[in-house]
């Protein structure tokens, strides 16, 4: 168990930010960090390769570790169609089709593994209910609060039907930016923050794959720069104190993806936008 790290319960908190700062973040003129980007989808692959290595065991393991990485694909979801919403915003605001792939590849892959989880829960799972009704909980949790931070994001780009198309509900979602509050205040992010805390405490398991939620945390922070959350007037607190680490920790990996003598920057570059982007 790769359990170093952050909990996806913080992935979460993440995608409440992006999604509260979104009008400030996709108004901005600086462009996406390309090598964040990058990095997001290289680290989601990773982590998906993990997943499928888990669910094929399950049957090998005890069925906690089934529960782990159920929890973690439902919940680290949120931030998968967040960030899915944020990146064809970008590319809409922008005329490009640059973010707009990634973030919708990666979501591909993300529902494929909550796809296989569902099967793998009801193989393994079938005989107890509260194991079954406990993880159900996490997915049906996590979808709803995914359709409400997709709404916040649509509510930025004024309902645009092609953010609300990432929502697990587009009809839920939709009513969601509707009702949007203004949000992008010190206030109103402390606030969904909390809330988004509060509805995911207690953990059910521990990390499932803490080492690369790290690295997806530090890319989905920097895809518009650290210095852009200065932006909504945040109060510095140890949560955002403790995501400025993880920045931090990610700087090295960044730089190394844009080393053109790094074989594996060029890989991904050659193999992943050729063929996984295109795919889609």
Same mark, same amino acid.
């Given at each position: 168990m790769h359990n170093r790290g952050l909990h996806a319960q913080e992935l979460v908190e993440i995608a409440a930010l992006l999604a509260s700062g979104s009008g400030s973040l996709l108004s901005r003129t600086t462009p996406l960090c390309e090598a964040s980007l990058t990095e997001y989808w290289a680290a989601s692959r990773c982590r998906l390769d993990r997943w499928d290595a888990?669910?094929?065991s399950a049957g090998d393991r005890p069925l906690r570790r089934l529960g782990a990485i159920a929890e973690e694909i439902a919940l680290s979801g949120v931030l998968a169609r967040t960030i899915a919403a944020i990146a064809t915003g970008y590319d809409i605001r922008r005329g /490009?089709?640059?973010a707009d792939p990634i973030g919708r590849n990666v979501l591909a892959?993300?529902?494929?593994?909550?796809? *296989?989880? !569902?099967?793998? /829960?009801? +193989?393994?799972?079938?005989?107890?209910?509260?194991q079954s009704e406990a993880i159900g909980g996490v997915f049906i949790k996590s979808a709803r609060w995914s359709d409400m931070l997709v709404g916040y994001v649509a509510a930025a780009m004024h309902g645009e039907a092609r953010?609300?198309?990432? !929502?697990?509900?587009? @009809?839920?979602?939709?009513d969601f930016a509707e009702d949007a509050p203004q949000l992008e205040c010190a206030e109103? /992010? *402390?606030?969904?923050?909390?809330?988004?805390?509060?509805?995911?405490?207690?953990?059910l398991h521990p990390?499932?794959?803490g080492d690369l939620n790290h690295r997806i945390a530090g890319s989905?922070?920097?895809?518009?720069?650290?210095? !852009?959350? @200065? @932006?909504?007037?945040?109060?510095?607190?140890?949560?955002?104190?403790?995501?400025?680490?993880v920045v931090d920790d990610? +700087?090295? +990996?960044?730089?190394?993806?844009?080393?053109e003598d790094n074989p594996r920057f060029n890989r991904d570059r050659r193999e992943g936008r050729s063929r996984d982007f295109r795919a889609q």
């Open positions: 888990g669910l094929r /490009v089709g640059e892959g993300h529902l494929d593994a909550a796809s *296989r989880c !569902a099967a793998a /829960v009801f +193989q393994w799972c079938g005989d107890d209910r509260e953010v609300l198309a990432v !929502a697990h509900h587009p @009809d839920r979602a939709r109103g /992010v *402390r606030l969904l923050t909390a809330s988004v805390r509060m509805a995911f405490l207690p953990a990390a499932e794959s989905a922070l920097g895809l518009f720069g650290a210095e !852009a959350f @200065d @932006d909504f007037g945040l109060l510095r607190s140890t949560w955002l104190e403790r995501m400025d680490g990610a +700087q090295m +990996q960044l730089e190394k993806l844009t080393d």
